[in-house]
């Protein structure tokens, strides 16, 4: 038999010597063609791309709510048309007549554009009612009159859904109690407003106080309670219950309580002098509390008509805030977020009797 004879040595590794498992990339990318090269790059390209865009629907969604909850709360600034806002809804406790500053307002929106705007609520008919701002809102619609520009066609503001008219109230009422110049005689007429109108549920101007100027102190919740009072009493006789200081009101309404007929007295003293101005009837309604105060004569009328007298106006800042003050021929009037009746009497009388010896040496060196 003939031998067979071994063509080929070949060295077979042993089993446990072979790597198992994933063939590296390098490997796969020496053995995959151009094209299977592209497709994968193309494939891993669109998972990508469909990650990002899976991140970015996400996101505006998000945005999208958030917007929605903002402008819910009023807290996005729309234009809205001035035709479009309506002022009937609440009873405002601004008084009545010209605003002195609403010039000053008007000016600052001409420089600087509408700071803070006003806040408004939806109503069903696709109109707002008005909340805050009834002030800027004048503005705006006297610029829009005074110069026809289409920039005053519309008034920043941020717009909210219709809410409890008590809420609405508490609004405008919280932003007002900031102001300086707000009376006790405004905050009194609101009160009584708000109690007199059957829609609101509320059945004594105490309770009307209670909800109006929840945020207010105690104390200051009782005088506006006062002043609502005596307004009642006095609701036909009085012509400037707005210039009526705190002071004096409060402790008019406790004399009247003790006397309910010092109003009959009150009633004839203050009507006999219809052309009185707010001076006068303040001083007049002083001598039913101050005995000893004498009032000022009442002014002689000149003519058959009623004379203007001519006024400057302007302002003068102090430590408790800015004094609006007012002067014309022999007057000088000052409103400051101050108690003047509890100023030391020798005091104040010294610092008026300074400004008088100024003003009189002023006046000599002009006329000397």
Known sequence: MSRKRRMFDIDMPVMDDIPVGKVPDKVLEKRRGPMAAAISENADALRNQQSTEDTIRAENDRLAHELVRLRSEGLVTEHVALSDVVTEKLTRDRKPGPDPELDELKDSIRDIGLSNPIRLERRSDGRFDLIQGMRRLSAYRALYEETGEDRYAKIPAGISAATDVSDSYRRMVDENLIRKDISFAEMGALARAYAENPSHDCDSVDKAVAILFKSASYTKRSYIRAFASLLMMLDKVLMHPNDIPRNLGVELKRKIDADPGLVRHISTAVMSEPDRDAAREVALLRRFVEPDAVAPKK???TS??????????????????????????????????LDFTRVDRAKLEQAIA???????????????
């Open 299 to 301: 002014p002689t009328a």
């Open 304 to 337: 058959g008509g009623k004379t203007r007298r001519a006024k400057t106006t302007f302002q003068v800042s102090g430590r408790a805030g800015v004094a609006k003050c007012a002067a014309s021929s022999g007057r000088v009037e000052v409103r400051y977020d």
């Open 354 to 368: 300074t400004m008088l010896e100024d003003l009189q040496e002023e006046d000599d060196l002009t006329h000397g």
